[in-house]
């Protein structure tokens, strides 16, 4: 899938050339809803509970934050449970061939996480953060999982970037990004 018309989003107020966003809330929401000709949304969004400073690819994700963005009315762009299996999309989907191959996919040398959705404002304890990690989840992060949520209900596939406090993306990533 091509990223030229994706919707891009930033919580970590690092990349200037994405929508910026302290929060996932109703602008999310309404950013993804009218999703135009877009087909990807790729999700920047600060990462914790990390023993070092590597941003990472999100492959699958735990919702532990107790929420849904989709309580209430169904909104009629999507399913009112969309099927959010594979809905990360893989460095090698983002790209046509002949571009992955010119650029040697910068995207597919990062490394893969799960991440695990708390409720913002949440700090896990250490025993709490060792369960995380038993659970499968290498990090966790406030916004990724509801903008996933509602980006699957709009019928988008995500790429999500979870981005370590002190992190900053490489040039050749933020460019293929920015495709």
């Not at 990349?15 to 929060?23: L, N, T």
């Not at 169904?74 to 983002?94: C, E, H, S």
């Given at each position: 899938?091509?990223?030229?018309?994706?919707?891009?989003?930033?919580?970590?107020?690092?990349?200037?050339?994405?929508?910026?966003?302290?929060?996932?809330?109703?602008?999310?929401i309404?950013?993804?809803?009218?999703k135009?000709?877009?087909?990807?949304?790729?999700?920047?969004?600060?990462?914790?509970?990390l023993?070092?400073?590597?941003?990472?690819?999100?492959?699958?994700?735990?919702?532990?934050?107790?929420?849904n963005?989709l309580?209430?009315?169904?909104?009629?762009?999507g399913?009112?449970?969309?099927?959010?299996?594979?809905?990360?999309?893989?460095?090698?989907?983002?790209?046509?061939?002949?571009?992955?191959?010119?650029?040697?996919?910068?995207?597919?040398?990062?490394?893969?996480?799960?991440?695990?959705?708390?409720?913002?404002?949440?700090?896990?304890?250490?025993?709490?953060?060792?369960?995380?990690?038993?659970?499968?989840?290498?990090?966790?992060?406030y916004?990724?999982?509801?903008?996933?949520?509602?980006?699957?209900?709009?019928?988008?596939?995500v790429?999500?970037?979870?981005?370590?406090?002190?992190a900053?993306?490489?040039?050749?990533?933020?460019?293929?990004?920015?495709?």
């Amino acid at each position: 899938m091509k990223l030229r018309y994706a919707k891009r989003i930033d919580f970590t107020g690092q990349v200037k050339e994405f929508a910026q966003e302290a929060a996932f809330g109703e602008s999310v929401i309404k950013m993804l809803r009218d999703k135009g000709k877009a087909e990807v949304a790729i999700v920047i969004d600060r990462a914790y509970g990390l023993k070092d400073d590597t941003p990472y690819l999100i492959s699958d994700h735990l919702n532990l934050s107790g929420n849904n963005p989709l309580v209430g009315p169904n909104d009629a762009i999507g399913q009112r449970f969309p099927v959010v299996n594979n809905i990360y999309l893989d460095a090698n989907d983002t790209m046509d061939q002949e571009e992955t191959w010119s650029l040697g996919n910068p995207l597919g040398k990062m490394q893969y996480a799960i991440a695990a959705g708390l409720h913002p404002g949440v700090t896990p304890t250490d025993a709490e953060l060792e369960f995380i990690h038993k659970l499968g989840a290498k990090l966790y992060c406030y916004n990724l999982v509801p903008t996933m949520i509602v980006a699957a209900h709009a019928g988008l596939k995500v790429v999500g970037v979870a981005l370590p406090e002190g992190a900053s993306l490489r040039p050749d990533i933020l460019a293929t990004l920015l495709r």
